[in-house]
């Protein structure tokens, strides 16, 4: 359970606001409070109309176009934030938020660190850059810029999330989610449950760290199964995974996947616990589909040996030709080297075991032909450019066996063009898909010349907390030996050297 920000502003409005806009400036924060975007807009609206220098209502304001999911719009108050209060840190945090949301990590963290500079004391800025270090494979660093926010206010609900989505799983830690739930009635409310499932399902398993290792081969090569069968164009790659020693399972090996999804009837047969109701989401317009939170006793992937493993198991069949899906971050504590052309997955163990989560920050630079990923609720982020112009952060997608363009994005870059093709996620089909013109797409050192498909991305932009661009999947990847190293958050198509 990573985490996306959004707004916490009690003792800054009461102390800065205009004494006759505060009943006004406390009614709008009522009602982002409870989700009514578009009535804490307005009321602000008209506060900054009669006072156009109130910096606690327009940073509010900012934050209330972030979670109706307007990044644009608030990147513009953001912008008159700094235009009103150019010598004000909260306004450099507005500023750096907004930019956040859209992608702009370089651009947040200079306004971040500007922020500091002017109050050394503001916790938002601490928490600001603490998440572009986190996205940055900086986790000690990370995580020293969290536990500042905290010691600066303890109230935060976004604070006490960041600062437990850095500690190994424990009672403490379950409790500063439990505060993030209770404090942050401004997001997406199933998001919210399932953030009490998983809370649920830990506090079950008190003392247990998920997906521990009971065998750890030094190195390790499996064979990979491609689909269509026999095809010279595969779409996915599935893995032979056992679970609680029974039957391998055929897994879509998905780097963009967190953790492994299961179907139910699969569940059942390995004897997996279903503790938890769950609603898993997804690419798709039918919305988040009925799951459940299980746990498996053990996982076998070739010589590997797992214990205590959560399991999300799903009411519906996640595929026609594989049984669930395994995120390749399971095994980030190795190198992870997805030889496609030939049909198998290594592991290389490093060379230097880490023992505690999150205390070490990436080297400096990535090794020759490794491109710097970024990390954003488990998902790994590979910056593209399009047409030699364009720029923007696209998800490292084995599990889409096709790639796609967010459709805002697609507009910019072609003229788009009706299509007859769908696309079906977790969350149903994608009710329209259009088609660009003939694209030239570099990533990672890569270039390849394509048609997209666009589709509206905005609902997966805005469970991220960032603005991404579209999907690098397998058609793409499918005739790549694709090396990703989690400890560094580098991807390539060399094996770089062990650290």
Known sequence: MAFRFALVIWAVAAVLAPVALVPELSQAREHFQSRRFEE??????????????????????????IEANQPELALREAEAAVEQARSESLSHVSLGDARFRLGDFEGAFATYSEAVRLNALEPRAALGLGRILFSDFRF???????????SLDEQDPDIALAVSSVLPWSKARLDLEDQFVAGATYRDPEELEGTRAFISLFRRKAGSRPFAFESQPENLQLELESVPPYSMIPTGFLLPVSINRGEPR????????????????????????????YRLGGLGDQGRTPASLGWADTIGIGE????????????????????????????????????????????????EDVAEEYSWDRLEKPGPGFVQLRLVESKLLIPVRINRRSE?????????????????????????????????????????ALKTEELLIEFGGLERRASLLAVDLGKVSHALGVEIGGLIGCDFLRDVCLTIDYRNGTAGEQTPALT
């Open 40 to 65: 804490a807009a307005a009321q602000l609206r008209t506060i900054l109309v009669a006072a156009p220098d109130n910096l606690p209502a327009r940073y509010l304001l900012v934050h209330t176009l």
């Open 140 to 150: 000690k660093s990370a995580k020293e810029q969290f536990q500042r926010a905290f």
């Open 250 to 277: 055929k897994l879509l090996v998905d780097t963009a996947a967190h953790g492994i999804v299961i179907s139910s009837r699969f569940a059942g047969l390995d004897s997996i616990q279903s503790f938890v109701p």
């Open 304 to 351: 590997i040996a797992l214990r205590d493993c959560p399991i999300i198991i799903t009411d519906k069949p996640v595929g026609q030709m594989w049984q669930g899906i395994i995120g390749t971050d399971v095994l980030r504590s190795y190198l992870v080297v997805l030889d496609f052309p030939d049909a198998a997955l290594r592991f290389r163990k490093h060379s």
């Open 392 to 432: 923007a952060y696209f998800v490292l997608d084995t599990g889409a066996g096709r790639s796609l363009i967010d459709r805002k994005l697609g507009e910019r870059v072609s003229n788009l063009t009706p299509s007859r093709r769908r696309i079906q996620g977790l969350s149903g089909q994608v009710e329209e």
